[in-house]
Nanobody, 115 residues
Framework: QVQLVESGGGLVQAGGSLRLSCVAS????????MGWYRQAPGKQRELVAT???????NFADSVKGRFTISRDGPRNTVYLQMNSLRPEDTAVYYC?????????WGQGTQVTASS
């Protein structure tokens, strides 16, 4: 079982930046896919960005060019750098790991971009 702990959310003005961190209980290079999802009030949870164990990345169209995903192996940590934040980025952001066919989720961290 993979445990995930997120941090780094907060309140910023539109145009600002935040970096989210997700610490995993397993070696992240052994995890098939890690990523970030978000859920805004009244909306379904949606994919934001993923990174595979081989380093391939994928981004939602709405965040391409503004968000990056990276990882630090020795710290078992995956990061989501969010720049040029918009009010529509406001949501609870969840770290996700897909490992041996199972999905694991963190507890979520609130990101609010005010206009």
């Amino acid at each position: 079982q993979v445990q995930l702990v997120e941090s780094g959310g907060g309140l910023v003005q539109a145009g600002g930046s935040l970096r989210l961190s997700c610490v995993a209980s397993e070696r992240i290079f052994d995890i098939n896919v890690m990523g970030w999802y978000r859920q805004a009030p009244g909306k379904q949870r949606e994919l934001v960005a993923t990174i595979t164990s081989g380093g391939d990345t994928n981004f939602a169209d709405s965040v391409k060019g503004r968000f990056t995903i990276s990882r630090d192996g020795p710290r078992n940590t995956v990061y989501l750098q969010m720049n040029s934040l918009r009010p529509e980025d406001t949501a609870v952001y969840y770290c996700n790991a897909v490992h041996l066919g199972y999905h694991y989720w963190g507890q979520g961290t609130q990101v609010t971009a005010s206009s």
